[in-house]
């Protein structure tokens, strides 16, 4: 396909999108915040009554102590609850029918997820699966998912994939190693509790990965072009926390403040994709993700800077903006150097949390493989600038060692 029949096709998108979300209620975020705040989700879902609620959580959480913590509130409550703790990071369709034969077992009919964005994605299928005869393979894209779901509450135990403030969810393929997208507005969970507490012992490496998956989040939102709701507030809000408290969350993973700072920040840049939806470094870091398991954080992380390089020039005013926010630049410097700065703010950032440059698990004989699937997957979304070929394998070469 032509570069120039690629831009119509992609600008066609993104106008149909806008039509048929224009007429779509906006999404209503309920968030219950600080420490303890777990045990006030607890509360509130009990107020509601529930039949029965099946947490969804992971093995790791349980061992740690960390879910029931999480659902304190609940049990205390003398909520009837199920247990399904079988997500394991990047969860297939495999889990989520695991998941859905216990829902549909003990007859649950509310969901409460405990854990990262792998335990939220799937609670999320699952629910969407409990009222549906179809399946995730039916609904890849965005807003395929049209009915009524059960209702679904999130805590999230990392800061990073904002899981807890989007109507999405990822689910991989484990034949073909496929990563994709399904959404609706039933997914997105009726209350959230960030509760920073229960992220005091996630390890260095895991809080700076997905941290900066918040950061991504947060940037994609801010520089796409699609203008719609307070995705620039949103994203702001969330550039500036992480990069005023993700350093200092790694360094010490007691720093309640830190932790507290990057738990809102992961909601924030949910928040904001949410509305606008991710850009290129998604598009490759979903390729990277699904073929070599390579943490979504991560892959974002060695992805971002590179994008941001690629489409400095046609996202400059943003960067340049987000360069004063984060306090990268003076007001009054040019917007191009304040692009610059803000790109190699990032670069720094990153290398202050421990992120290397490349990754020896990526394999140059598929990188064409891995091109052509992120520049299908980046047609989706409000970018400032398509990936082609030459530029998409050029990224994948600077990430790969
Ligand atoms: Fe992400």
């Given at each position: 396909m032509s570069a120039f029949i690629r831009k119509l096709r992609h600008r066609f998108y993104l106008l149909m999108l806008r039509a048929m979300t224009g007429i779509l209620p906006a999404a209503s975020h309920m968030a219950f915040v600080g420490q303890g705040s777990s045990r006030q989700l607890g509360q509130h879902i009990a107020s509601l009554s529930p039949r029965k609620v099946l947490i969804v959580t992971d093995k790791p959480l349980r061992e740690l102590g960390v879910a029931d913590t999480a659902a304190a509130g609940l049990l205390e409550a003398g909520v009837d609850c199920a247990w399904f703790d079988g997500v394991l990071p990047d969860p297939t369709h495999e889990q989520v029918d695991a998941g859905l034969a216990v829902l549909k077992r003990e007859n649950c009919d509310t969901l409460l997820a405990i854990g990262g964005g792998s335990v939220m994605d799937c609670a999320k299928l699952i629910s969407a699966c409990a009222t549906s005869d179809e399946s995730p393979r039916d609904w890849?894209?965005?807003?395929?998912?049209k009915h009524e779901l059960l209702p679904i509450y999130a805590i999230p135990t990392?800061?990073?994939?904002?899981s807890e403030a989007t109507s999405g969810a990822v689910v991989k393929d484990?034949?073909?190693?496929e990563k994709v997208v399904v959404s609706g507005p039933?997914?997105?969970?009726?209350a959230a509790a960030l509760d920073a507490s229960l992220m005091a012992g996630l390890p260095p490496h895991i809080t700076a990965a997905t941290g900066m998956d918040a950061l991504t989040h947060a940037i994609e939102a801010y520089i796409g072009v699609w203008e719609r709701g307070t995705r620039l507030e949103d994203g702001r809000i969330a550039v500036q926390l992480v990069f005023q408290h993700l350093v200092n969350a790694y360094e010490d993973g007691g720093d309640s403040e830190a932790r507290e700072g990057m738990a809102m920040a992961a909601f924030y840049g949910g928040k904001a994709i949410n509305q606008v939806n991710v850009g290129n470094v998604h598009a490759i870091a979903h390729q990277v993700g699904g073929r070599y398991g390579i943490p979504h954080g991560l892959a974002n992380a060695l992805i971002l800077p590179h994008v941001l390089e690629y489409c400095r020039e046609e996202a400059q005013p943003r960067l340049a903006e987000l360069a004063l926010v984060v306090g990268a630049g003076e007001p009054g410097e040019a917007e191009a150097q304040l692009a610059f700065k803000f790109i190699a703010a990032v670069r720094e950032l990153r290398t202050q949390v421990g992120i290397?440059?490349?990754?020896?698990?990526?394999r140059r004989e598929d990188h064409t493989a891995l091109a052509d699937a992120a520049i299908a997957e980046s047609l989706g979304y409000p970018v400032p600038r398509l990936l082609d070929e030459a530029s998409t394998l050029a990224i994948l070469s600077q990430i790969t060692e």
């Open positions: 890849v894209g965005m807003g395929k998912v990392t800061a990073g994939t904002g484990s034949q073909t190693l039933g997914m997105l969970p009726r290397p440059d490349r990754s020896d698990l990526i």
